[in-house]
């Protein structure tokens, strides 16, 4: 079976370096222990030979530890049985499974490693020498895994800390892309504002030249300048709208805001539109610009409205409010029967609905004795 860890990252050269290290001493230790055997005994040569090539092949086996961690930990424990130079290479590789593989993989590699020691310690028979070698091999073996299992825990919280910094990191960017995702929405609401009310102007404009017969060279001049205004107009303001989209960023000030409304509505009644004003507000200067920003483009899309549902009509915008009572914004016009709200019909009032509730006011609208009528609130602190 396949026990591949799923996570084969290479090791650096330092870390390589010290594993081999690692498995060293124990091969050293009983090589030199080999070498003053043989040295008293030539007949113990070939075992001493044998123990020393099943180290060096245990040693040639760690390079597959992080492939086949399980395999390879078994395979060095087996060896063990006949070979005390493996057991540097098999502390090793132990030490690795742990780390690298749960607790249920790893116990019964325990329990095999415990029982090659136990193989070892009495291959040459019960006497007092092999129970105290089984101690001394059991208590190294239970020190490894311990330090196994710590390794394995301190693996497993720089792991934790890692997901959570990248889920960190994540939630963050799609903070940041949610963020950009409403500003590009509050700037589409820009555009729909400019230039629908642009565009029902010129629309408006235009109508009149087309349907007059009777006017005279200079009003015809004065409507085509008109026309010629608003669209230059238009691309300015398009073109600063879609400046700041390039550079994702904020809608740039200066922005209109309520101080502007008074040169609205003379702009719409140079167009032709007939706009009763009632302003009652009090202490204007006072009102936050972020306010009389929203308040503007309410007006203005109320008027863009009229124009495109009900031309011609007269339309009546009253404005009232003053610090601590709110801004009220009211614009009604005759309704006709029969009009179709036509291509985009209402998205202009989804759009007013929608900067009305992020500014933290209410809006309304209904057909009352035969009017539309648009009713909005925002807040106004004193």
Excluded at 129 to 150: D, H, N, P
Excluded at 303 to 318: D, I
Excluded at 323 to 337: A, F, H, Q, T, Y
Excluded at 345 to 369: D, F
Aim: overall charge positive; hydrophobic content about 45%.
């Amino acid at each position: 079976m396949d026990d591949r860890t799923e996570d084969q990252q290479p090791l650096n050269r330092r870390g390589i370096v010290l594993r081999y290290l690692f498995a060293g001493p124990p091969m050293l230790f009983y090589g030199l222990m080999w070498g003053v055997v043989v040295s008293r005994n030539h007949d113990r040569l070939a075992p001493a030979l044998t123990d020393i090539a099943l180290g060096v092949i245990g040693l040639v086996l760690m390079h597959w530890r992080r492939r086949w961690p399980r395999s390879i930990a078994l395979a060095t424990a087996l060896l063990t049985v006949f070979s005390e130079t493996a057991t540097g290479p098999a502390a090793v590789a132990f030490v690795s499974l742990g780390k690298h593989r749960p607790l249920r993989q790893f116990l019964p590699v325990v329990v095999a490693s415990w029982l090659c020691l136990l193989a070892r310690c009495f291959s040459y028979g019960i006497s007092q020498q092999a129970f105290i070698s089984t101690a001394m091999g059991t208590a190294v073996l239970g020190g490894l895994t311990a330090f196994s299992l710590y390794l394995h825990r301190d693996r497993e919280l720089a792991a934790s800390r890692r997901d959570a910094a990248l889920a960190q990191e994540r939630a963050q960017v799609q903070r940041i892309e949610q963020a950009k995702l409403e500003e590009r929405a509050k700037i589409a609401h820009e555009m729909h504002d400019v230039l629908a009310h642009r565009i029902s102007l010129l629309s408006m404009l235009a109508g009149g030249l087309a349907y007059r017969t009777n006017l005279t060279a200079e009003e015809t001049r004065e409507a085509a300048l008109a026309i010629q205004e608003n669209a230059h107009q238009s691309l300015n303001e398009l073109r600063a709208v879609l400046g700041t989209l390039r550079r994702d960023g904020g809608l740039e000030a200066p922005q209109p805001t309520l101080a502007h409304v008074d040169a609205l509505f003379d702009e719409v009644r140079t167009a032709g539109q007939r706009v009763e004003v009632d302003d009652t507000i009090d202490d204007r200067e006072l009102l936050p610009p972020q306010t009389g920003r929203h308040a503007y483009r309410i007006v203005q899309e109320a008027l863009t409205n009229a124009r495109k549902h009900a031309p011609g009509s007269q339309v009546t915008a009253e404005l009232g409010g003053r610090p601590g009572d709110g801004l009220r914004i009211r614009v009604s016009n005759p309704v006709e029967l029969g009009t179709s709200p036509g291509p985009g019909g209402r998205l202009g009032l989804v759009g007013l609905a929608e900067r009305t509730r992020m500014a933290g006011g209410t809006i309304s609208h209904a057909i009352r004795h035969g009017r539309f009528v648009l009713d909005a609130r925002l807040p106004w602190e004193a």
